[in-house]
């Protein structure tokens, strides 16, 4: 059982989220989508039943912000995994095979990390056009590289340890070792990125919103709300505050929660 | 460093910058969305329509376009917007300074602050500070750019205007200056008023960028002194009776920057690569927020300009950061 | 007359076994004595103690390092900062790993003596180039200039033993010099401390499990074993007369390079198991 303040905390908050996802129309006040002209542009408190102030079509922040976690916590969990199994496949191959495997995935990192991330997203979302499937794409297609560096390096290494070589002996296939032998080893390191993929996943996501490549302006979305709080930030201030601070929590949450992986699961890292 | 290994390591600059290229160039042809269809009048004839698409040389295929581009590009022909109406060499030209200037503003701000943090952390080594450095490095790390950018606007410029949150210098201030480097040429000339305007514009987005690089060095950095304390050489020299300051500056320091350094390159081209969002956030006039502009606006030779414009800077950090390895450690330049 | 150092019932232990067991010992002026034991013995933890740098795991429990009057183990770690370097010297043991690999070799052998001697730059090279002749390394302006990579193993220690004595220290603690350097080199090495230690006058403490360093240039020698002192005395008279089986057993597990025929016989399991009764292990 880990004793790692931060993997409780960390993890806590995360599952708190996926609660708030789940329950979404029993624990928002308001329709995220409706709204009240009438009560625009609220402070905080000011009307009635809405905790978080208003936006300026009058739509409940709460409400909006509950809902929003369906979006960041869908981006996060789907577009890591798929970044992460990509990544990690062709880290894999790479780091066992070596040969011009490894100098064609190398070449395509190289290639890949020549570009700002977000300008790459940014393109591959006006590419594939809005919505959040395209989303998912640009993530996994930019952040695959995270993953393939590491899990290289880390095969690269364990592919010469004295338990491959010796599976090698014993007349395991390739392919057989690399999967039984080397993968569980690389196991533990893959997982820590996962988590912190996971953060990153939403702040992209928050980016393209932000830039307006994301789901319909109409969803709510943390990004979305991020960038028209950012609109009226002199009139009103809270509609930035509270998805900024949601946002924060998530990412330090997936933060703390692959801190404290790295630390637990130690020494299975060190050999 | 043997000139072999130099000019390998420059032609497989070259072969991933050719990568960059062919990328962007396919991905920017696949964009749905007809950037010709912006720029007509309204009541063109499919003549004129069509004489502006071989103009820009849109009715050609793939490989053709891309072999005429590249030609260009090695002569120094980036093209001609097709939003901004203008050279792309020229735009680009124009921006560049700003977000460079903002770069290395934010790199110097981050490699002091994060080798503070390292340095203390480790001076403190043991005791309640070196916990409480790490921990406040630890969450610092999980920050991103974006949101350290939008919590400054939030703070800083809204809440508690201290400082301006959008544009490089007050439009009203006209520093008659020759090139758009404000910094550089601003001090050359001794125009100090208009440089300290011009920083205050410039440290809100800066720290945005700089604090992420700053966690990551105080955490690599850390983590290297911390090897480098144990090392025989630094047990001699405190039986030398050197001073621990002494010890930690001028004995640990430089072997304990060499491991890092690869680190630090890598993080600071994502610092570039933030200037994107960072830049638009704050109205900054780079060429980070003209590149989302080009993206919406699908401005195809400009995108592929700056796509390439960004390659070429990367390219270079990672060749400065392998030069200050070298230069740093002794044993390589003997290899 | 006092001795310059006297160590008086030592001991320090780790969280889990005890390292040194009341541990005497005392040198006189101008003396080389010899610490002699195997791995484990606790030679290298007495030398760390006087030094002031054992490591984090290891405490001392009892006992006083007394260095010309004063308790090295309670003086405050501002004074015993001023003794190191001017007063007390160490020759370390890894030449390789004790040369910072960032710092040309000029600058670390001029460290002291611009810093505790208040030479000028320019002096200090030039007593530096004094020293490398002294330690006679050809081309010494050539050698101020270089990388410790640039050396090999027998240079390197021996800009470390200049190091040592350029600021005259009253005591030289010699941590195996030899130990890591080709066989070939550590006669040289050995010959060479010798003689500078007879020329500055210097009190040596040397520690060493090579019974044939020990007879080469140590006056006086103390036999360790499990943390605890078997025999002292002058080197001659041990050699010659052991009185502990101990050391009978370790001379007979030495070979002689003027008997090379003769056989070596290892320690006996029954004496190690009667000795380890001994010392309470």
């Known amino acids: 059982m880990p004793r790692d303040l931060r993997i409780w905390l960390g993890g806590g ?13 029993l624990l928002a006040p308001f329709d995220p989508l409706e709204q009240d002209l009438m009560a625009a542009t609220a402070a905080p408190g000011v009307e009635p039943g809405h905790w978080l102030g208003t936006d300026s079509l009058g739509r409940d922040v709460l409400s909006r912000l509950i809902y929003g976690t369906r979006i960041a916590l869908t981006v ?72 393939a560096r590491v899990v290289r390096a880390e095969t690269l290494q364990q592919a010469r340890l004295e338990y491959a070589e010796a599976a090698s002996a014993l007349g395991m296939g390739r392919g057989a070792i690399l999967l039984r032998e080397v993968l569980p080893n690389v196991l ?84 | 460093m043997p000139l072999s290994i130099i000019i390998s390591r420059a032609l497989s600059a070259l072969v991933t910058l050719l990568g960059v290229m062919v990328v962007v160039f396919v991905l920017v042809r696949v964009v749905p969305g007809d950037p010709i269809a912006m720029m007509i009048a309204p009541g063109a ?51 560049l300074p700003a977000t460079l200037e903002l770069a290395i503003f934010a790199l110097t701000m981050a490699v002091v602050w994060g080798g503070l943090i390292a340095l203390v952390s480790t001076a403190w080594r043991g005791t309640w500070v070196e916990r409480a450095i790490d921990n406040f490095n630890g969450v610092m790390l999980a920050v991103p750019d974006f949101i350290w950018a939008l919590t400054f606007v939030l703070v800083l410029g809204v809440l508690v205007p201290l400082l301006p949150i959008s544009g490089r210098s007050d439009p009203s201030i006209d520093a008659g200056l020759a090139t758009q480097f404000y910094i550089i040429e601003g001090l050359a000339r001794g125009n100090f008023a208009f440089v300290w ?139 | 007359m006092s001795p310059v150092i006297d160590i008086r019932n030592l001991s320090a232990r780790t969280a889990v076994s005890p390292i040194l067991r009341g541990v005497s ?19 290298s933890t007495i030398a760390k103690a006087v030094l002031g740098i054992l490591p984090a795991g290891i405490r001392v429990t009892a006992g006083n390092i007394l260095f010309e009057g004063a308790d090295l183990l309670t003086l405050p770690p501002a004074k015993l900062r001023d003794l190191l ?13 004790s040369l910072n690999p960032a710092r040309r070799i000029g600058d670390q052998l001029t460290d002291g003596l611009r810093l505790r001697a208040g030479l000028t730059r320019k002096q200090a090279l030039d007593k530096a180039l004094d020293l490398l002749n002294d330690v006679h390394i050809r081309e010494p302006e050539r050698v101020l200039k270089r990388y410790p990579h640039e050396l090999s193993g027998g240079m390197r220690q021996r800009v ?122």
């Open chain 1, 13 to 25: 908050f995360i599952l708190f989220l996926i609660v708030v996802a789940i329950f979404a129309p």
């Open chain 1, 76 to 147: 996060a969990f789907v577009a890591a995994t798929l970044a992460c199994l990509l990544g990690t496949t062709l880290g894999l191959l790479a780091g066992y095979y070596r040969g011009w495997v490894d100098a064609g995935v190398s070449r395509l990192v190289d290639i890949w990390m020549a570009f700002p991330p977000v300008l790459l997203s940014i393109l591959l979302v006006a590419v594939l056009g809005a919505g959040l499937t395209s989303v998912i794409i640009a993530i996994v297609v930019i952040d695959w590289t995270r993953f």
């Open chain 1, 188 to 271: 533990p390191v893959v997982l820590v990125l996962l988590s912190l993929e996971m953060g990153i996943a939403v702040i992209v996501e928050a980016i393209l919103s932000f830039v307006g490549l994301s789901v319909s302006t109409d969803a709510p979305t943390w990004g979305g709300m991020i960038a028209e709080g950012r609109q009226i930030i002199y009139q009103a201030w809270w509609v930035l505050v509270f998805p900024l601070a949601s946002l924060f929590l998530t990412v330090l949450a997936f933060n703390q929660l692959g801190d404290g992986l790295r630390q637990w699961l130690d020494p299975m890292l060190k050999r």
């Open chain 2, 45 to 95: 004839t499919e003549a004129d329509i069509a004489a502006l698409r071989a103009h820009y040389g849109l009715d050609l295929s793939i490989w053709q376009q891309f072999w005429i581009w590249f030609g260009q590009v090695l002569q120094g022909n980036l093209g001609t917007s097709i939003s901004m109406k203008q050279g792309v060499l020229t735009i680009i030209g124009q921006r």
């Open chain 2, 197 to 335: 305007d011009v920083l205050k514009h410039m440290l809100l987005p800066a720290c945005a960028l700089a604090f992420p690089l700053a966690a990551v060095i105080g955490r690599v950095l850390k983590n290297t002194m911390m090897d480098v304390m144990v090392q025989d050489y630094i047990t001699l020299a405190r039986i030398k009776g050197l001073s621990s300051i002494r010890i930690l500056l001028q004995e640990a320091l430089r072997n304990a920057a060499v491991p890092a350094l690869a680190l630090t390159g890598v993080q600071f081209t994502f610092l570039i690569g933030g200037t994107v969002i960072t830049e638009r956030i704050f109205s900054y006039p780079g060429i980070g927020n003209l590149a989302i502009d080009a993206v919406i606006n699908r401005d195809l030779p400009l995108i592929q300009g700056l796509v390439l414009t960004f390659g070429i800077i990367f390219i270079i950090v990672n060749m400065l950061v392998d030069a200050l390895t070298v230069w740093l450690n002794p044993r390589l330049r003997h290899a």
């Open chain 3, 25 to 43: 010992l005392s040198v006189n002026a101008g003396e080389v004595m010899a610490l002699v034991g195997e791995s484990g013995a606790g030679k």
């Open chain 3, 85 to 97: 370097g001017v007063r007390i010297a160490l020759i370390p043991q890894d030449p390789l790993t």
């Open chain 3, 160 to 281: 470390l033993i200049a190091q040592a004595f350029s600021l005259k220290p009253h005591v030289i603690i010699a941590d195996e010099p030899t130990t890591a350097l080709d066989v070939t080199v550590q006669k040289q090495v050995l010959r060479l401390i010798r003689d500078m230690q007879r020329e500055h006058g210097t009190t040596l403490l040397f520690v060493t499990h090579d019974l044939g360093v020990v007879a080469q240039i140590c006056d006086r020698m103390t036999v360790l074993y499990g943390g605890k002192v078997l025999e002292e005395g002058a080197t001659a008279d041990i050699l010659a007369n052991p009185q502990s089986a101990y050391t009978k057993a370790l001379l007979a597990a030495s070979p002689r390079y003027d008997k090379p025929e003769q056989s070596l016989k290892p320690v006996p399991e029954a004496l190690i198991a009667e000795l380890k009764r001994e010392i309470g292990a």
